[in-house]
């Protein structure tokens, strides 16, 4: 898709996109440059909502670091 900066640096986002993105007037976003390439990233409404589980993995940390332990200890008492 090929977009023209106005003569004040203003780039519009084509409505299709604001749908899918779901964004509004007065919503804001992040101009992210990677290099030798720019990207726009929509900031997150509630990051703190937004980024909840974010980092959940298939396991809990704690029942990783319990079986680690238990593992531990068995090793411990062969010896």
Same mark, same amino acid.
């Given at each position: 898709?090929?977009? &023209?900066?106005?003569?004040? #640096?203003? %780039?519009?986002?084509?409505?299709? $996109? &604001?749908?899918?993105?779901?964004? /509004?007037? #007065?919503?804001?976003?992040?101009? %992210?440059?990677? #290099?030798?390439?720019?990207?726009? %990233?929509? /900031? $997150?409404?509630?990051?703190?909502?937004?980024?909840? #589980?974010? $980092? *959940?993995?298939?396991?809990? $940390?704690?029942? %990783?670091?319990?079986?680690? *332990?238990?593992?531990?200890?068995?090793?411990?008492? &062969?010896?």
């Amino acid at each position: 898709m090929e977009l &023209r900066i106005s003569t004040k #640096g203003w %780039v519009v986002i084509p409505a299709k $996109l &604001r749908k899918k993105y779901d964004l /509004s007037p #007065g919503d804001t976003v992040q101009i %992210v440059d990677y #290099g030798n390439v720019l990207a726009i %990233v929509p /900031s $997150l409404k509630d990051p703190v909502e937004d980024a909840a #589980g974010l $980092l *959940r993995g298939e396991e809990s $940390l704690a029942e %990783v670091l319990l079986k680690e *332990r238990n593992t531990e200890r068995k090793r411990e008492d &062969r010896k």
